[in-house]
């Protein structure tokens, strides 16, 4: 089967093309475009190398396998020679596409050498670049109001670090102030894992929310009974998040209703808990700014208005989880800024479309003492100095500009298709920021079904939740390769 | 204050140093020393670099800043243009030294370039280079008997990871095998922390361990209160790891007796826990081979031996936890092959040395479905690139030989200081395998002093336990440089 396609009907767009598609900065995606040459997918060649792979490493999850030196932009080759519009991006990890050319150059620089191949322990022999590093990295899309960065390695880890910064933070409170020292008795009882040294303390999240899967990221996950069964959990407690009803400018009402409801829940759970019982105290609240891996789930900027302005009140760390979400997908750089907070979140946790991860807190919440937040490697300054280049181009080339301008194209056809293929279930609850985006199908089958005729016809695409895709391309797609989207996305909804 | 010394007393060697002073493979060495050039370290240019970095990021436990540019094998430069001779190596984390022409030239490639930029969600869209570097990376150097690897990104990932897998195998046994479904109640309970979905399960770890920083890995660890005080943890149980007495072949019989009473109380934990109580059954047994970070505290080949029988009598997971010991510093790439098993643990963690973390694991503890052991990156594959030349310069350098010749002028020398020293409190128990080597001071203090002495003379060198001093040499730590360590520790000696 080769199919083929009919490029840009332009029935979706209301934008001129023409610059877009002439400035790209990939030389070689202007000859790119989704084409399947296998009869089925994944090919013979991903299948035969996925069998042996599977021998030694559990890759049973793989969509096909890929050919990294042949990809572009925004699409991505296989091990057969198909290639993908790839709307899912390493699960949104990719910010500026395949083989960019300034990642390319920055990475044969001999800085890129030297520092992949002496990777420091940087709480103990940092580089004497590393200062720039950070101010030119990290700091330079610090949050407002977060002055400080705990870089890590993964967004799990950095959930769990954040996690043990409100600890302490809430413990040294209640010790009355960081010169305050700790009990002896706290010292001996930490030993044996018992209070009070090891206290009975909280993180509230909420409901088909995601965290990560080491063992307390995975505490406050509660997306999927898959990743949880069968591993011993931390027993915090759990509110409601408010489930919408979309386009949330058509439900506005109902929708404050509900979120009323969570933000009652959230405040009468850190009321109830403030000594030790089942849960113990909560010393802070983690929420994601879209619930993603929970099936792109949304709430107004009042409410998360709301959650700063309770856990302000009551004395609790408010961590606002942008693994998924940070680094410009929804039109801007974080995605908590589309609620304009009077005060920022206490801490922000970063991953994937940076490529290094970690943290962001405020001052207060530095810990009282040295190695109490401490590891080895402490992230990976080769993954900053790729960050240094990815806010580089997303700057010159403005790329919020472009994802805000191709959200237009993608959600004004995406309602296109809604209003068309409505009624067979095939898309229902169009909704999304910049182009961080996603739908429902009638149930899962369907869902997988249209997954996978989409991957036939040459687009990579992922799921979420019970029965949602979500969209995930890279900040360099443009309103060009979002018709092309729309366009085999219409292909498969009218055969299905 | 300059310092000169004078090379290689030859009083400590037993070798004819020349061959492995000629044939240094780093361009720059030869005319490095250990020179400082500042009058007191850090110099003016690393605490103003410092005060800069404490600014955004909490660097308090910095020992100086570095300069990578200039570093070459054995010798650490720093901001200020002083050169240590480098025992301690990023906490065991750099197995060839600073500026490895191999690595060099490896990370100039084009393989390199693509895999860098390229970050894939690995479970989802493999590299179709992936297999062949699986087999040229890790399995190269997979530890007898276990057939599988899980490539994560650090440490702790790789802990929180390995427990996750023995959970997941104890409770598939618990229902009667991996084609047994989850029941309802387990899919249900788990989504709210509660039983038996996730059911109280637990980890045995020792005294004075230390396996990680993220909170499971943390309720494990047991070396420091500073490390767990404030943060919440699983009330897992405890056994005695044997305090040996040392040198181990003069205390056989009353080493012996101890680790008897140790191992016999790990089997009364074990067989007392196995319903839920305080605790609940033990799923896994996590263990180093040498107690690093709690003060380098070793056990022999006995005590290893009877742990693997203990643990498949009782039908629990044996973990080892080779973070620090793997990769060759002990003289064998896995420190658990001085043990002689006759059956290999069902797990081996690792980390540091190879650059890429992970963990090597029995085909029977691959969990019944996909996704279970899963998140975006697992691991790097850049990092396993990393690894495969690292892995060939061991293997064309015959490096494991080199530490094995080098130990035994280190240990020589040590022991010799020992009888010199040992009545001033400077150092005693002597003891290690390989490079990977310790002494004791009579207290923190004075351990602190010598760490301070030697660093003021051009050592840089790490501390751990109590009062211990840790050497972490590269695997390219010839005996020139042990005697160029040893005489430098002597005239610190003296002067204490």
Not at 214 to 241: C, E, G, N, Q, Y
Not at 432 to 442: E, I, L, M, P, V
Request: a positive charge; aromatic letters at 10%; one cysteine or more.
């Amino acid at each position: 089967m080769r199919v083929t396609h009919r490029f840009a009907s332009r029935s979706y767009s209301t934008l001129n093309l023409a610059k877009a598609s002439s400035k790209s900065v990939f030389p070689n995606e202007r000859y790119f475009k989704p084409e399947i040459v296998t009869g089925e997918v994944p090919g013979p060649k991903s299948k035969e190398l996925l069998q042996n792979l599977n021998n030694v490493q559990d890759l049973r999850t793989t969509h096909f396998v890929s050919d990294y030196s042949k990809s572009s932009g925004n699409y991505i080759a296989d091990a057969d020679g198909n290639i993908y519009l790839d709307t899912f991006m390493q699960i949104s990890s990719i910010p500026l596409g395949y083989n960019h050319p300034a990642l390319i150059e920055a990475a044969k620089s001999e800085e890129w050498v030297t520092t992949a191949i002496n990777r420091p322990a940087v709480g103990i022999n940092p580089s004497s670049d590393y200062y720039k590093l950070l101010m030119d990295s990290y700091m330079r899309v610090a949050p407002k109001g977060l002055t400080q960065v705990q870089p890590l390695s993964t967004g799990s880890e950095a959930i769990e670090n954040a996690f043990k910064a409100a600890f302490m933070w809430y413990q040294q409170n209640q010790r009355g102030g960081p010169t305050q020292p700790f009990s002896k008795e706290d010292l001996d009882s930490c030993m044996a894992n018992s209070a009070p040294g090891s206290p009975q303390l909280s993180i509230l999240s909420f409901s088909t929310c995601f965290h990560g899967r080491s063992m307390a990221a995975l505490s406050v996950t509660r997306s999927k009974a898959l990743h949880k069964v069968d591993i011993p959990a931390f027993d915090w407690p759990v509110a409601p998040f408010p489930h919408l009803k979309y386009p949330l400018d058509q439900y506005e009402k109902e929708n404050r209703a509900t979120e009323d409801a969570c933000l009652a829940e959230v405040e009468k759970i850190i009321k109830s808990c403030t000594k030790p019982g089942r849960y113990g105290p909560v010393a802070a609240v983690v929420v994601e700014p879209v619930q993603a891996e929970g099936g792109d789930r949304h709430a107004s900027p009042y409410f998360f208005q709301s959650l700063r302005r309770i856990t302000k009140e009551q004395g609790v760390i408010f961590i606002v989880d942008e693994v998924q979400t940070g680094g410009g997908g929804t039109g801007k750089f974080w995605a908590h800024e589309h609620w304009d907070l009077q005060d920022s979140p206490d801490i922000v946790c970063f991953s994937k479309k940076l490529q290094a991860a970690g943290f962001f807190y405020k001052k207060e919440l530095t810990p009282n003492m040295g190695y109490r937040i401490f590891n080895t490697w402490l992230g990976d300054p080769l993954r900053a100095l790729q960050l240094r280049t990815i806010i580089d181009v997303i700057e010159k080339d403005d790329l919020l500009k472009n994802v805000n301008e191709t959200g237009r194209v993608l959600f004004d056809g995406l309602r296109q298709l809604e209003k068309t293929y409505g009624h067979k279930g095939l898309i229902k609850n169009v909704r999304g920021k910049g182009c961080f985006g996603a739908f429902d199908c009638k149930d899962p089958a369907t869902r997988d079904a249209l997954i996978m005729e989409l991957r036939r016809r040459g687009v990579e695409a992922g799921g979420s939740g019970e029965s949602t895709i979500r969209l995930r391309p890279a900040l360099v797609f443009t309103s060009k390769h979002a018709e092309i989207f729309l366009n085999i996305l219409n292909e498969c909804m009218s055969k299905l």
